[in-house]
């Protein structure tokens, strides 16, 4: 027995198309992406200059040269052999930031594309022709993909751009903020060091370093200062110069763990995150074309 015309369902149908082409003309769509993928850009930009910054005092200070001569021992540490490690990741996470900032832009230039009113105007004609067809039962399966393929060039940068950027304020962007201010810290930190390049100490002389000094202040201190007289006996500075240098290697380590962790969340930002919405926008333009168009 032939089912019975669901006129309601063919109504929705077409009901669903109808707000489809009027949301293809609500500017307000694109202004929130666009917003969005600026403050993405401004984001992925500073934090490259970030990373040149930091690559460019570490490439400075590669040659710093500490010389000591404990006990009449002629000793030469080099404060940049700690630091090689980090400054092969400062560039390739300047290359990562660089491809991020280039994702964001093509982004922007896509929605402007998506967004003209030239595809607007093709949506609204092709939906207008396909509802027409549609309630009187003859619109072709072609027409209807033809349909959706617009549909989906419309707004699927929109879609990808608002997604993403709502899981990084809800998810990521604490974790930027905090990280960003690391690495500024660190170029900082590295400045200061750079400020002693090239330092030829004189012999131990007795005393005790002072408190609240820096990494490099510890440092020098600890090769000249460490000659102190403990009931008559000298104390070798290399113990401390060595933990001198311990101590830039662990803050080198810890700024890499902070550059790891921006690199994922920008790649999670612009690629992986508009990967997977579009990617499910795709399977549900898919599954609208495989599901019968029934009267």
Do not use: C
Request: overall charge neutral; charged content about 15%.
């Amino acid at each position: 027995m032939r089912k019975p015309p669901r006129p309601f369902g063919k109504i929705a149908t077409i009901a669903l198309a109808l707000l489809l082409v009027a949301l293809s003309w609500y500017r307000p769509i694109e202004a929130m992406a666009e917003s969005q993928l600026g403050d993405g850009l401004k984001r992925s930009l500073v934090t490259f200059a970030s990373a040149r910054a930091l690559n460019g005092v570490i490439s400075v200070i590669q040659g710093t040269q500490v010389a000591v001569e404990p006990l009449g021992v002629g000793v030469s540490m080099s404060v940049g052999e700690i630091l090689d490690p980090i400054n092969d990741l400062v560039e390739a996470f300047s290359t990562v930031m660089l491809t991020a900032s280039v994702a964001f832009g093509m982004q922007l230039l896509l929605l402007n594309l998506d967004s003209s009113w030239m595809v607007s105007a093709a949506v609204t004609g092709m939906a207008l022709t396909w509802a027409l067809l549609y309630y009187f039962g003859k619109s072709p399966h072609g027409l209807s993909r033809l349909l959706l393929v617009l549909l989906f060039i419309r707004f699927v940068i929109p879609v990808a751009t608002i997604g993403s950027a709502a899981v990084f304020d809800r998810l990521l962007k604490q974790d930027y903020e905090t990280n960003q201010q690391m690495i500024d810290l660190a170029s900082q930190q590295l400045k200061a060091l750079n400020n002693g390049a090239t330092v030829v100490l004189p012999e131990p002389a007795p005393g005790v370093p002072a408190d609240g000094r820096s990494t490099w202040e510890k440092l020098k201190d600890s090769v000249t200062g460490t000659a102190n007289a403990i009931s008559g006996t000298f104390q070798n500075p290399l113990p401390k110069a060595l933990e001198g240098y311990e101590e830039i290697k662990q803050s080198a380590e810890r700024v890499a763990e902070k550059m790891i962790a921006l690199m994922v969340i920008f790649l999670m930002q612009t690629i992986v995150l508009p990967v997977i919405l579009v990617w499910g926008l795709y399977r549900l333009s898919a599954g609208l074309l495989k599901a019968p168009a029934g009267d």
